[in-house]
């Protein structure tokens, strides 16, 4: 079973909709959980981290932590072209790896 | 917010020779280092970790004598490809973090091609 598990898309939303990429992890031991963007040919971008259960709202982003259930999702609100992009959930493990899902591609129709 | 520097962006290397990338966290204190190599449409597999200081923690099916990282301070650690091979071309990409269970800032990576 791989570390961090997401489906790869793409995904494909019009423009203004909610898109909600999701994730799963095999460590119950990890506490801390990251949303990344990546666009083609470059570094992957911070969008949001969370460490506790529930809902963490930053703008039109939230994301959700299940520990219980070994899931982190994240809605992206009014979606916007200027989204399309690939997200990455990333997972830090109980023994300090990084871990990074394989991505869901995001492309956000006009 | 916090800059991670990669360098270089890209380099172009023969069969056989090495090639040294460097990672450096301009504005903060990285006590832990990651690099992780990304093949076209795929995601960032993760080669390495290290801390200031010690040596790497490798990933299984990470050969250590091929990939040499130093992490010679808190603030720059470099990923050594020895020998490569045009199967080592992918894209390198360094991350590093202030404290353990915080959120990791990514260098720009490198692009490395060998021909």
């Known amino acids: 079973q791989k570390e961090v598990e997401q489906n790869s898309g793409p995904l494909s939303v019009p423009e203004g909709a909610i898109a909600s990429l999701n994730c799963t992890y095999s460590?119950?031991?990890?506490?801390?959980f990251f949303w990344y963007r990546q666009y083609s040919g470059k570094s992957p971008e911070l969008i949001m981290f969370i460490y506790s259960n529930g809902d963490k709202e930053d703008g039109r982003f939230t994301a959700q932590l299940n520990k219980a259930s070994q899931y982190v999702s994240l809605l992206i609100r009014d979606s916007q072209p200027s989204d399309s992009a690939t997200y990455l959930c990333?997972?830090?493990?109980?023994?300090?790896?990084?871990?990074f899902g394989t991505g869901t591609s995001l492309t956000v129709i006009p | 917010g916090a800059v991670v520097s990669q360098h270089p962006s890209w380099v172009i290397c023969k069969s056989g020779t090495s090639v040294k990338i460097e990672c450096r966290s301009l504005d903060f204190q990285a006590t832990t280092m990651f690099w992780y190599r990304q093949f076209p449409k795929q995601s960032l597999m993760l080669m390495a970790t290290s801390n200031e200081g010690s040596k790497a923690t490798y990933e299984q099916g990470v050969e250590k004598d091929k990939f040499l990282i130093n992490h010679a301070s808190l603030t720059l650690s470099t990923l050594t490809v020895t020998s490569a091979h045009p199967e080592d071309s992918s894209f390198y990409i360094c991350s590093a973090r202030r404290d353990l269970n915080t959120e990791a800032f990514f260098g720009q990576g490198t692009r490395l091609t060998v021909v």
């Open positions: 460590d119950r031991g990890s506490q801390s």
């Open positions: 990333a997972v830090i493990y109980t023994g300090n790896q990084f871990y």
